[in-house]
């Protein structure tokens, strides 16, 4: 009986339970009667929550008459309803009436967007998922004025990003990431962006001098996805689709070749190279069919569970991204997952840590080029009877007399790998004492192990030329441990209603430590697998290590006033410490300066608010620092070697990097002035901004005088000249809705011109990639040096006219159809005094055009981008144009090539000698115009709403960067160019070779959220 009553009392209460909870239903529409699908609801004190289906319906349960529910969607204001005594809502959302009162965010802290006085830019992370890419940052390309983006093609590439362009010329051009508060460094490799919710580009110093010595090249800050409460929240995103690679040249078959080459010899006086061209019809070898895959596939999935109470919330996700290289081995791939838990114990504390471990593996052949290059009549394999049943796997493939090694046989061949394992805690306690007065620190581990593994097999293909006649084994492994700690300490008040002001004071220090170790050896036993180890090597084992390690301590403030939201100032100040320098120029102070003046908001405006929804004028000053070189500058190193001395090969010693004690910052000075706009409730929306910085003690690595008695390739660290960028930003948005129907549309364009103020002395010339650029005072730096190529000899007459003032020939050994070289300097000879400058790797301006539309359950995403007035340097002319080589050419050589008066004044003729030095004297023969425009996006997608028992389905098809137009002839006019290895990454820009391309890529995605 006792525990029948207990049953029958516990049925009660849950009876009691379901008959307290109230079912609440109604519709969510917005001024003009259209209902809105995808709002979310939660009830507010509980972790019940809702979404709006297509046609805006809801139903949610209440637990009584005093719940309240709050309504929210993205461009919309959040209304919060009590319930009472109904059980039916129709609700009216009114469209946010700005994105002024966004949060975001700034260094160290967060502020609302009209509240911004710097140059910065915020885009959300939804913007970015509409792309399928390993680098987030290529998915900035076009949507921010200020920003220049260039692509880099590859699994696993990098894109170069330059902010307002560039600002040093020896150093990295690439800006600080900063994820969730912690500097993170020049690559965001590691990060995928469905794990985004924001990004704010600090353009200008007055933003970005808050992170003093790192901030010179710009500053990107991210924000991940964090948990809110609520319901919990699983999501899934994947998209998948196959990057389609297609040869870039018609390359000539076996017998077209073989005519080509005939007309190169005979047109030097040889005999025909092969004979009879008509016995190789039909016995092409197709290099490129056998060994580059038309469609390689790419990958990109996302799993991600959120939710949480008011005291607890987490996000957890699971994120994936494979993307195989075009041949049958390498690729990158890339495994993460983010822990992200805060916690709110009280009004006054609160805490949050987020793990971030992480997984990449990566490498892949790069020998694409030699695809086209190599002959087609030399067979993939030896022919039956050259085999003598002896070779090993990789010794059956044929040599070319091109001398382009085999390249099905180097991929067979390849094996070099990188795995990276990574782990990254980032933890953070907040305490608020009074209202107004936030403590807060924050600190960050980062672990990481890298390894490097390559083997290459022993193989003869030809004795003298294609061989490894013993295989080896390398290994390296770097290991970092690096640390970041943050203290700050936050006031904000107003004073009589209308002042407000905010005062920030703290300091950060910063650890980074490395150290690798390497070994290398021969005479492994055989080539199996399971042998590619160090200990299997049994000659010439040798091994290597180093470690280093910098620190930087930082003092930091920041002061933030604004009278009636008219009148605004912030002033930031940051006093760095490198161990980097020495004692005396160790410190240095970056400060910075703005103020804004939202003219909207004086009385006088009143009758303009009709039409103006925003209108302010902002100013900023500031500076920033760069502290980007090796640890150790102001030592000398010593650098090993081998040398071969009496028959034997010995280990020696010699100096490297000469030590320099007064080196000391690189620093940028920068100001800029600019106006924000809206009308119509911001329908229309844009700013345009104007900016000039200067850099000054810039930080070259100079080759050491050879008067000093050391060897001439010592280099020295040292601070020389000066160089000034400046130019405009523009952004123009507008975004409107016709009853179903939305759009949206936006412009950014994007001005930069740079000239070198000085150098170390007066007639200086600093020289980059191998003497092809130039870069002097009252010039843009790195532009393209060379001879100007004056059209083609098309007759005797021109050739005999092409003279000193005594009838000498300027070109002594040119013929008709080879390059006339201009006299430039009228002197009477062709000598290095005649190059000149010949193009310029830097655009004019960059174009961005972003389209969004929407109808119903439709939505569809357009990206356009444009660089514009750039040149490019097609290096490839030398390989596919030029006679003197026994490389492929491209088919119809012979027509396109000089082969009679005014049949071509741009192809010089067909040549196996080139005694006029067509293809060996750098000209304007190998600049083009490296304009182009791109989609870089199109996507189509079809949601559902609060069916098949989902809260949402999204499905979608898209195509990435499908459509290019450009005069080059090149690969890619998306070239970045510059060789980071030999501190070319400025002096070297604007070259294209056989550069990995940007590939056209087909996706289909699909979104499910419950």
């Known amino acids: 009986m006792k525990y029948r009553f207990i049953g029958l009392f516990i049925a009660m209460l849950c009876s009691m339970a379901t008959f307290g909870q109230i079912t609440i239903k109604g519709t969510v529409k917005d001024k003009g009667a259209i209902p809105i699908p995808g709002v979310n609801l939660i009830v507010k004190g509980t972790g019940t929550s809702a979404a709006t289906d297509f046609d805006g319906n809801f139903s949610i349960s209440v637990p009584n008459k005093n719940a309240q529910i709050e309504f929210s969607f993205v461009g919309f204001t959040n209304k919060v309803v009590p319930v009472g005594d109904k059980t039916v809502l129709d609700i009216v959302l009114e469209e946010s009436s700005q994105a002024l009162d966004e949060i975001v965010v700034v260094g160290y802290a967060s502020v609302k967007k009209s509240d911004v006085t710097s140059s910065i830019s915020s885009i959300k992370g939804k913007e970015l998922q509409t792309m399928t890419v390993g680098n987030v940052a290529e998915s900035l390309q076009g949507k921010v004025a200020g920003v220049q983006i260039t692509g880099q093609g590859g699994p696993g590439a990098q894109p170069r990003v330059l902010i307002r362009g560039i600002s040093t010329v020896n150093l990295s051009t690439d800006p600080l990431y900063v994820v969730d508060g912690i500097p993170m460094g020049t690559s965001i490799n590691f990060l995928s962006n469905n794990e985004i919710e924001s990004m704010e580009v600090l353009k200008d110093?007055?933003?970005?001098?808050?992170?003093?010595?790192?901030?010179?090249?710009?500053?990107?800050?991210?924000?991940?996805?964090?948990?809110?409460?609520?319901?919990?929240?699983?999501?899934?995103?994947?998209?998948?689709?196959?990057?389609?690679?297609?040869?870039?040249?018609?390359?000539?078959?076996?017998?077209?070749?073989?005519?080509?080459?005939?007309?190169?010899?005979?047109n030097s006086g040889y005999a025909d190279y092969l004979s009879n061209p008509s016995q190789?019809?039909?016995?092409?070898?197709?290099?490129?069919?056998?060994?580059?895959?038309?469609?390689?596939?790419?990958?990109?999935?996302?799993?991600?569970?959120?939710?949480?109470?008011?005291?607890?919330?987490?996000?957890?996700?699971?994120?994936?991204?494979?993307?195989?290289?075009i041949y049958e081995v390498g690729g990158w791939e890339r495994v993460t997952m983010r822990i992200a838990n805060d916690f709110k114990f009280s009004d006054k504390f609160s805490a949050g840590i987020t793990l971030n471990p992480r997984y990449e593996k990566w490498g892949g052949p790069n020998n694409w080029a030699d695809f086209d290059k190599i002959d087609p009549i030399t067979p993939i394999y030896k022919p039956a009877d050259q085999l003598t049943g002896l070779e090993n796997e990789y010794s059956i493939y044929a040599r070319s007399p091109s001398y382009v090694w085999n390249p099905i046989a180097a991929v067979k061949r390849y094996d070099d790998y990188t795995n990276q394992y990574n782990l990254n805690t980032n933890g953070y306690l907040q305490y608020q004492p009074i209202k107004g007065l936030v403590i807060r620190t924050q600190g960050s581990i980062e672990v990481g192990d890298k390894t490097q593994s390559i083997f290459r097999p022993d193989f003869v293909i030809d004795a003298a030329h294609e061989k490894a006649e013993i295989n080896s084994v390398e290994r390296k492994n770097t290991t970092n441990a690096d640390w970041t700690w943050?203290?700050?300490?936050?006031?904000?008040?107003?004073?009589?209603?209308?002042?407000?002001?905010?005062?920030?004071?703290?300091?950060?220090?910063?650890?980074?430590?490395?150290?690798?170790?390497?070994?290398?050896?021969?005479?492994?036993?055989?080539?199996?697998?399971?042998?590619?180890?160090?200990?299997?090597?049994?000659?010439?084992?040798?091994?290597?290590?180093?470690?280093?390690?910098?620190?930087?301590?930082?003092?930091?403030?920041?002061?933030?006033?604004?009278?009636?939201?008219?009148?605004?100032?912030t002033g930031t100040f940051r006093r760095d410490g490198s161990s980097k320098f020495m004692d005396n120029n160790k410190w240095a102070n970056f400060p910075s300066a703005s103020v804004s003046w939202r003219i909207l908001n004086e009385g006088f405006m009143e009758p303009a608010k009709s039409v103006l929804s925003d209108l302010r004028f902002r100013a900023g000053w500031?500076?920033?620092?760069?502290?980007?070189?090796?640890?150790?500058?102001?030592q000398s190193n010593i650098k090993q070697g081998f040398y071969p001395i009496g028959g034997n090969v010995v280990d020696t010693s010699f100096p490297d990097t000469m030590a320099n004690k007064d080196i000391k910052w690189e620093t940028v000075e920068d100001i800029s002035f600019g106006i924000d706009f809206g009308l119509w409730k911001n329908k229309l929306s844009g700013s345009l901004e104007y900016y000039q910085k200067k850099t000054e003690d810039m930080l070259f690595k100079k080759q050491f005088p050879t008067y000093s008695g050391f060897p001439g390739y010592s280099t020295i660290w040292t601070n020389v000249g000066s160089m000034q960028s400046k130019g405009i930003d523009l952004l123009i948005s507008y975004k409107d809705k016709k009853g179903d129907f939305t759009y949206g549309v936006d412009v950014t364009f994007t001005t930069v011109n740079v000239d070198m103020l000085s150098l170390s002395a007066d007639g200086e010339r600093l020289y980059g990639a191998g003497n092809r650029t130039l870069t002097v005072k009252g010039e843009e730096p790195g532009y393209f040096y060379g001879y100007v190529a004056d059209g083609l000899f098309q007759n005797q007459t021109q050739i005999n006219a092409h003279t000193d003032e005594h009838g000498t020939k300027l070109q002594p050994y040119a013929q008709l159809g080879d390059i006339r070289f201009k006299d430039v300097n009228g002197d009477g000879k062709l000598d290095d005094k005649d190059r000149t400058k010949i193009g310029s790797p830097w655009a004019d301006y960059n174009v961005g055009l972003n389209l969004n539309f929407g109808y119903k359950q439709f939505d569809l995403v357009a990206n356009f981008y444009s660089s514009i007035g750039n040149d490019i340097v097609n290096e490839n002319i030398k390989d596919l144009y030029n006679g003197a080589s026994l490389t492929n050419k491209v088919s119809g050589l012979e027509q396109m090539a000089w082969h009679g008066e005014g049949t071509s004044n741009y192809v010089p003729r067909l040549s196996k000698d080139d005694n006029n030095e067509n293809y060996t004297k750098f000209s304007s023969f190998y600049v083009e115009d490296g304009s182009y425009v791109r989609m870089k996006n199109l996507q189509l997608g079809f949601s559902f709403y609060n069916k098949f028992g989902l809260d949402k389905l999204r499905i979608s098809l898209s195509g990435q960067n499908l459509w290019t137009w450009t005069k080059y002839t090149g690969v890619d006019p998306e070239v970045a160019g510059g060789d980071p290895d030999k501190d070319d990454r400025v002096k070297g820009s604007g070259f294209g070779a056989w550069n990995y391309p940007v590939q056209p890529t087909i996706l289909m995605g699909l979104n499910v959220a419950f």
């Open 205 to 266: 110093a007055s933003a970005s001098a808050i992170y003093g010595s790192r901030a010179s090249n710009g500053v990107i800050l991210i924000t991940t996805k964090k948990g809110k409460a609520g319901k919990t929240r699983f999501n899934f995103d994947m998209s998948s689709g196959m990057q389609l690679m297609s040869n870039p040249y018609n390359m000539a078959n076996a017998e077209s070749y073989a005519s080509i080459m005939n007309k190169a010899y005979n």
């Open 280 to 325: 190789y019809r039909g016995k092409t070898t197709d290099w490129w069919k056998a060994g580059i895959k038309s469609g390689s596939p790419v990958t990109n999935a996302s799993l991600s569970v959120s939710g949480g109470s008011e005291t607890h919330t987490y996000a957890v996700s699971l994120n994936y991204y494979d993307s195989e290289s």
């Open 486 to 569: 943050q203290n700050t300490v936050t006031y904000t008040k107003t004073f009589a209603g209308k002042h407000n002001a905010s005062l920030m004071i703290g300091n950060t220090m910063e650890e980074y430590n490395s150290n690798d170790v390497w070994g290398y050896g021969e005479g492994i036993p055989n080539n199996s697998d399971s042998m590619r180890e160090l200990k299997a090597a049994t000659k010439n084992r040798r091994s290597d290590g180093n470690s280093w390690s910098s620190s930087l301590m930082s003092y930091i403030s920041r002061f933030s006033y604004n009278y009636d939201a008219k009148y605004y100032f």
């Open 622 to 634: 500031g500076k920033v620092g760069n502290q980007n070189l090796p640890a150790a500058v102001y």
